[in-house]
């Protein structure tokens, strides 16, 4: 069965930077687009920011939620089935708990949710 395990979140000042990974236990990591998202206290988990697979057309298109555009990069490492989200300039409302999951083009979800890793960003 497979399992995603998230890590790298943390405390950290506003402006600061962190780097998360996933690490997804599936023998067909390639096939799947990957995506990262986040709930904050109180409120429903948001899609944060989508990788698509290699193949054509996707070619590793991302996309990202308007609130971390031009902060957030999500990449892909197939030889370690590992997702990264780099996250620059964080803000207090960057705030919650980070998750990653498969997406299907429906964007539902091909696997349970791992425990994520909280990242908090306060001065």
């Known amino acids: 069965q497979e399992q995603l395990v998230e890590s790298g979140g943390g405390l950290v000042q506003p402006g600061g930077s962190l780097r998360l990974s996933c690490v997804v236990s599936?023998?067909?990591?390639?096939?799947?687009?990957f995506a990262w998202y986040r709930q904050a206290p109180g409120k429903q988990r948001e899609l944060v920011a989508l990788i698509g697979t290699d193949r054509p057309p996707y070619d590793r298109g991302t996309n990202y939620a308007d609130a971390v555009k031009g902060r957030f990069t999500i990449s892909r490492d197939n030889a370690k089935n590992t997702v990264y989200l780099e996250m620059n300039d964080l803000k207090p409302e960057d705030t919650a708990v980070y998750h990653c999951n498969g997406r299907y083009g429906d964007g539902s979800n091909p696997w349970g949710w791992g425990q994520g890793t909280q990242v908090t960003v306060s001065s």
């Open positions: 599936t023998n067909i990591f390639t096939f799947y687009a």
